[in-house]
């Protein structure tokens, strides 16, 4: 089938993209997937020659701190193997992000110097086998720097032609506003995208989904299902009301999500990750479901109470003014 798309900056992209972390056994009670290379290629095959036109990766994503980059070369060395045609390979957007430090001992922080910055986003691209990268994100803000001097280095690296186009990655409302104000809309060249995590499970700061709408960007939920060694909970218990109407329409609890998602907002893009085929064509049922007023309205007030804001997301930078 035909997948629907949506605006991505410059480009049109799925409507639905991939998230590639689970690839890279970024939770433990996945570590069999590293065992098995060939099917992790396949994954990213499969979504490649269904329409999938966004794969999202990281830097950071690997199964230990002294296997840095595993993601990116998972990523690149599929996308290189992939038999897709010329026309093809040049719809799809790999989007990359940077700026999360990993270390011995698994020690971790957030890094946004210039210098850091540059030395990321090369190595970026060479484990993914690019010249120039399509779509970089800020993977997180520093806490020890002040946000304009840190988001001006993510500018430079787009001044430098090092990335096509740039986004963020959980970034707050009025951080994002700065963003757009210092970096321009995507129409200027400027953020293109939002990454955030966002779920039934997890829907803080609804005012950056608002603040997309308003310019143009995309907001790509991360962990749509709740996160990994969460998602299983979808569908059961509090959110039963997403097997309930998937049962009603003869799909999923995770495609209901999906077309839920997709239905909360036009720049709303999912990138689900998966690490078996059959979860890459459960999720792409999604596209095809349309939800009812009625159902929108079942699904939403059976939401329960938001989850704990992610702890990891530490304090915020101080702003310049």
Wanted: aromatic residues 8%.
């Amino acid at each position: 089938m035909t997948l629907p798309q949506r605006a991505l900056g410059p480009w049109e992209v799925s409507a639905m993209g991939l998230g590639c972390m689970p690839l890279s056994a970024m939770s433990p009670n996945r570590m069999e997937i590293l065992n098995d290379p060939e099917g992790a290629v396949a994954v990213i095959h499969a979504a490649l020659d269904a329409g999938i036109t966004l794969i999202d990766t990281a830097d950071i994503y690997a199964p230990s701190w002294d296997t840095f980059g595993h993601n990116e070369r998972l990523v690149g060395a599929a996308f290189n193997s992939w038999n897709g045609s010329s026309e093809a390979k040049n719809k799809v957007v790999i989007a990359t992000k940077g700026g999360i430090t990993r270390g011995p001992k698994e020690s971790w922080g957030q890094e946004s110097s210039l210098d850091y910055l540059l030395r990321a986003v090369e190595a970026s691209a060479l484990r993914l086998g690019v010249n120039q990268i399509k779509l970089w994100q800020h993977h997180r803000l520093d806490p020890s720097m002040v946000f304009e001097d840190q988001f001006e280095n993510v500018l430079a690296l787009l001044e430098r032609g090092l990335i096509e186009r740039i986004g963020v990655s959980n970034y707050n409302a009025e951080q994002l506003r700065r963003a757009i104000k210092l970096g321009g809309t995507p129409d200027q060249g400027g953020v293109i995208s939002v990454q955030n995590q966002f779920s039934p499970k997890y829907r803080h700061e609804p005012d950056v989904m608002q603040v997309c709408e308003e310019f143009g960007i995309a907001y790509l939920p991360w962990s749509p299902f709740g996160g990994i060694g969460r998602a299983d909970a979808l569908g059961a218990g509090e959110y039963g009301a997403f097997r309930e109407v998937g049962l009603t329409l003869g799909v999923s609890a995770y495609a209901t999500a999906i077309a839920w998602l997709l239905q909360t907002s036009p720049t709303v893009i999912p990138i689900p990750g998966a690490t078996k085929l059959s979860s890459v064509n459960d999720s792409l049922i999604g596209l095809t479901v349309s939800l009812t007023d009625e159902e929108m309205s079942l699904l939403n007030s059976s939401l329960p109470g938001n989850a704990p804001v992610d702890e990891h997301m530490g304090e915020p930078p101080p702003y310049r003014s």
